[in-house]
C-alpha cells in the first residue's frame, strides 16, 4: 500500500524529514518530492509504500494531523492522478481523498 505524506514545511530539509519518519515501519523505496506551487512557495511531501494494507492503516493512523515544523500532518492512501491530458496551463488537479 502507497501513503501520501503530505502538507510537509517547504524549509524542511531531507534529513529533517528522514529524521522525522524515523522508526516507520515501511519498506525502503519511500520517494521524497518537491517542488514550487502557484503561489511560489516550497512544498514537500512523501510517497511511502509499507509492507501490507494493515501496516499503511497504521501508519496513516499513526501519522496523521501529527505536527512537524509547526504543521498538521496530511497522511493518507495514495492515489495516482490520472496523466495530464491537452490541459497546457498549470495542473491544478488535487490527489484529494
Request: proline share 4%; with cysteine.
Amino acid at each position: 500500500m502507497e501513503i501520501f505524506i503530505g502538507n510537509l514545511p517547504g524549509q524542511a530539509t531531507l534529513v529533517e524529514l528522514t529524521s522525522f519518519l524515523e522508526g516507520v515501519a515501511i519498506k525502503s523505496d519511500c520517494r521524497f518530492y518537491e517542488g514550487r506551487g502557484i503561489d511560489n512557495r516550497n512544498y514537500h511531501y512523501v510517497v511511502a509504500r509499507a509492507p501490507s494494507r494493515a501496516d499503511g492503516l497504521a501508519l496513516i493512523a499513526r501519522l496523521n494531523g501529527q505536527l512537524f515544523g509547526g504543521r498538521p500532518i496530511v497522511a493518507r492512501e495514495y492515489r495516482r492522478r490520472a496523466p495530464r491530458s491537452q490541459w497546457q496551463g498549470a495542473d491544478r488537479r488535487v490527489n484529494a481523498i
